[in-house]
């Protein structure tokens, strides 16, 4: 014979919640017609284990559609009320059932469950709020990133076209005052590209802080140090290779950061990107090192950067010494960049692949 478990409800101006107190609950049958709810289940209760079943007639009318969930404890049935409103009880009979009783742990009187209502709103206002805030906090970095990537862009490309243009027209001659014609902007992209390093830094952009800043204290160093405080290295061919080799990867790199910035793609622009620096990379640093060898007997003459030791000994350490170093150093930097932007290759095409499937 079925029995009937013991049901304790809550209300909320929306739903009503009832819960079954029945222990592992099967073959549960919930449902509702003409505003009556029917249950039946087998599972252990009051009586032990058995089937149970109840039905309650609701006072005002509900949704058909219902949900429940059971537990190993219990069955939590909510059902959805047609019109948002108070019941001053539940069933349409003025007697309350005797299985019936308040769920305590879920009980609300109407000015309760109304502050849970104005709670409710607020935490989604607030949650509201914020995302506004973060979404103008990623605006605004983008507006940065565009406008940092179409400067440098614009640089860049001036630094190329003025120096094919100038090959073309001049010829080779065009190789000797190539810092004369080109250092200013140069040195205006390379400290500008100090951002690079921030933004790698404090996560503005996905990428590496240290492979950012080999490439930036490395460019810079060749740029201020070797060529910039040296004015014998001035008229040097090396100055056109290195500004060239530099200029060439740049004018792909950050055309294709702004494209990103509009999350758009132009395939051709993305692979070049990233298969453009696998020539140019050790190019590049093949230029600066041929650029910091030359360097050497100049650093030694004019003892500029050297270390005074003291007037005992009567000599100084030139700067060469470090340029030793740093030569070492360089190719150290022109590994691990290599391997990095490797990834980044690996990495870029795979999840193209992955996408296109
Ligand atoms: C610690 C002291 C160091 C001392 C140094 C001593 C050793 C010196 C050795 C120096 C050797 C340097 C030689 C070098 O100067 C020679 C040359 O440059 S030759 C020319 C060829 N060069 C190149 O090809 C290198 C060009 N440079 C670069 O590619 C980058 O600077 C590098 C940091 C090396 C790699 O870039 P990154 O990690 O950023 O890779 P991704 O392009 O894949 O970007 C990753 C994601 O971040 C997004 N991102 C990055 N920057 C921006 C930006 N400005 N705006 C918008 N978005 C950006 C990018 O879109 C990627 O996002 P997603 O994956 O979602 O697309």
Known sequence: MALTPLVYWAQRHEDIYLRVELTDVQNIDVHVDENVLHFSAQGHGAKGQNEYKFSLEFLLPVKPQLSYKSTQRQVN?????????????????????????????????ESDAEMEIREKEEKKNRLK???????????????????????????????FINMTVRLFIIGIDSLYD??????????FCQILALVEVLNAAFGVVKT?????????????????IIFGSLEEMHHKPVVFFVFYLWSAIEIFRYPFYMLGCFNTEWKTLTWLRYTVWMPLYPLGVLAEALAVIQSIPIFDESKL?????????????????????????????????????????????????????
């Open 77 to 109: 049935i909510t059902v959805h009320k047609v019109q948002r409103g108070w019941w001053e009880r539940l069933t349409l009979r003025e007697r309350k059932p005797v299985f019936l009783a308040p769920d305590f742990d879920r009980w609300l009187d």
């Open 129 to 159: 709020a914020s995302r506004q805030k973060e979404a103008g906090f990623v605006s605004l970095k983008t507006v940065f990133l565009i406008v940092y990537n179409l400067v440098q862009f614009l640089g860049f490309s001036w630094i």
């Open 208 to 224: 590496g802080v240290i492979p950012t800043l080999i490439q930036v204290v490395g460019r810079n160093f060749i740029l201020f």
């Open 178 to 187: 190539t810092f004369h014609t080109i250092s200013d902007v140069m040195f």
């Open 305 to 357: 950067f050297s270390i005074p030791l003291t007037k005992a000994i009567g000599t100084s350490v030139s700067f060469s010494y470090f340029l030793y170093i740093y030569l070492v150093l360089m190719f150290l930097g022109l590994f691990i960049n290599f391997s990095h932007l490797y990834q980044q290759r690996k990495r870029r095409f795979r999840t193209k692949k992955r996408k296109a499937n």
